[in-house]
Nanobody, 113 residues
Framework: VQLQASGGGLVQAGGSLRLSCAAS????????MSWYRQAPGKERERVAV???????IYADSVKGRFTISRAKDKSAVYLQMNSLKPEDTAVYYC????????WGQGTLVTVSS
């Protein structure tokens, strides 16, 4: 599986961004599809995940502000980010599981105060 993330950028606090991650290759067997992020000096953390059955889990820090969705054929996963805060600044990575882990290349989100 190959993953290509896009949509990062610079935004003011309170603004919005939409991240996209296109999946190609052996996508039929993809299980969970997730977004993670890693801020400078911090460990990578999971932001949101869409499980195989379609159920969704969000990190407490983004509940009510971020929305994860995926294409029906699992060819893409998206992250709509609203009401962005400076503490959301990080490199965002898409992740899928299909027998093993697959990571996208990361896209930088910078939120200015």
């Amino acid at each position: 599986v190959q993953l290509q993330a896009s949509g990062g950028g610079l935004v003011q606090a309170g603004g919005s961004l939409r991240l996209s991650c296109a999946a190609s290759g052996s996508i039929a067997g993809i299980g969970p599809m997730s977004w993670y992020r890693q801020a400078p000096g911090k460990e990578r953390e999971r932001v949101a995940v869409v499980l195989r059955d379609g159920s969704i889990i969000y990190a407490d820090s983004v509940k009510g502000r971020f929305t994860i969705s995926r294409a029906k054929d699992k060819s893409a996963v998206y992250l709509q980010m609203n009401s962005l805060k400076p503490e959301d600044t990080a490199v965002y990575y898409c992740y899928v599981w299909n027998v093993k882990d697959f990571w996208g290349q990361g896209t930088l989100v910078t939120v200015s105060s």
